[in-house]
C-alpha cells in the first residue's frame, strides 16, 4: 500500500468545485476532466439551478463552476442570475457557445478562464469574448500543448489577445506523474489517497476527485451541495492511481509524496 501525504499545499483549499454538467460538444484527447470518457447516462446527469445556488451562496467562498462545459448545463443562464456578488465566481468554458443568455442574466461579474482549442470558430469565438469584455467581465485564456496548438498560439498573438488579457501555454497534464496511466498504476496499484477536495458533480453530491465522479462513483457520505460540508478525516483506499486527473490539484506529485 502506497500513502499519498501533504508536504505544502492546504487540503482541503476550500474552493468550491462544481461540475455543472459533464455535457461537452468537444470530445478533446487531452481534457484534464476526462469528460470524453464519461457515460452517455452521466452527460444528462443533472440538478436545479437553484439548489446549486443555495448552496454556493450559503458558502459564499471562492467557487469554479466548470464541467464539460458550463455552458451546456441547461439551468446555466438561472444559476448565473441567483448567485450572489458576495464571493468570487470563476467559470471554465471553451466559449463556443453562444453568451447572450449569460450576459442578459448575470446581475454581478464573472471571471472566466477561457480554454481555446482546435477546430474553433475563431470569428465567433472572437466575438464572444468581446461581448464579455463589453459587458464587465473579466476573461483569461489559455491554449495546451497539444497537436495544432501553434496555430491557436499564432491567433491569440495575431488578435491582441496576447497583451491585452492574461495568457498561457499548459502541458498536457496526461504526461503528471499521476495521470501517465498504467505505468503509473503499475508502480502504485493500491494508494491511501488523502486527498479532501472540495469537489461536487452534476448530482450536486461531493466527490473524492475528478476521475470518480466522471466514472460515477458517488461519495455521499462526503455530502451534497444543499448540505453542509463534512470533514474527510480519513483516507480513501484507491487502485486507480494513474488516472487521476489535472484537475485533482490536491494530489499532484510536486505537492504530495508517494511513499511505499
Known sequence: MSVLFEKKKKNPDYTVRCYLTLRCESACSFCSAQVPQASAERKEAAIPADVWAEGLNRRA???????????????FPELIGLLDGGY?????TNL???VAGFVKAAKRPYQLLVSLHPG?????????????????????FHIVRAPGYEKLAAYLTESGIVGKYQTALQGDQRSG???AG???????PAVRCTSKIFLFGP??????????????EVFAQFGHISGPDRDIETWIDCNEFGYCSGCDNNIEGSVYDVAT
Open 203 to 216: 448530482e450536486g453530491y461531493r466527490c473524492h476527485c475528478v476521475h470518480k465522479m466522471v466514472s460515477g
Open 177 to 179: 506523474p499521476k495521470s
Open 61 to 75: 467562498r471562492y467557487a469554479i463552476l466548470a464541467g464539460g462545459e458550463p455552458f451546456e448545463y441547461s439551468g
Open 182 to 188: 498504467p505505468e503509473a498504476n503499475a508502480a502504485h
Open 88 to 92: 468570487k465566481v470563476e467559470i471554465y
Open 120 to 140: 474553433t470558430d475563431l470569428i465567433a469565438w472572437r466575438k464572444r469574448v468581446e461581448i464579455l469584455s463589453a459587458a464587465g467581465h473579466s476573461l483569461r
Open 96 to 98: 463556443r457557445q453562444d
